[in-house]
């Protein structure tokens, strides 16, 4: 017998931040539990408070994290930036923009990707499974 290809995906853990659930729920809904046959399934960690996020991150276990740059009153921008400089192995980063004269702020921030809201549910799987495999090393897989 085959393995599926749900068998052969790379499990990942995805940290969803927002102070607003609403959007840690589109997130969620948008990207799905398995972004791509290669790719997945994805164990959901949500937070809604900054200090909740660099707990999670420094606990580790976490591939990526998507985080809101709209977030009040830590925004996403600033929790990137702090984890890139203050974690050794920081996990992938993609940031929620809500306009896209954002683009620098994120590459401020040093983010590994960015999302436009609202989120578009073909754009934001594809975004997703593409960073988590950089994050791992597995090779793109192109429609």
Do not use: F, N
């Amino acid at each position: 017998m085959s393995p599926t290809s749900a068998d052969a995906a790379l499990p990942a853990t995805v940290l969803v931040y927002s102070s607003r659930p609403e959007v840690r729920q589109a997130v969620r809904t948008a990207v799905g539990r398995q972004p791509a046959a290669d790719v997945g399934p994805l164990t959901w960690i949500e937070c809604e408070t900054g200090e909740e996020v660099v707990a999670a991150v420094d606990e580790g276990g976490i591939d990526l994290c998507v985080l809101d740059g709209e977030a009040q009153p830590t925004g996403g921008m600033a929790l990137s930036r702090q984890l890139k400089v203050e974690v050794a192995d920081c996990p992938a980063l993609c940031l929620l923009i809500a306009r896209q004269p954002d683009r620098w702020l994120a590459h401020w921030s040093q983010a590994d990707a960015t999302l436009s809201m609202p989120l578009d549910a073909l754009v934001a799987p594809r975004a997703v499974a593409d960073v988590l495999r950089a994050r791992v090393g597995a090779p793109a897989v192109r429609p």
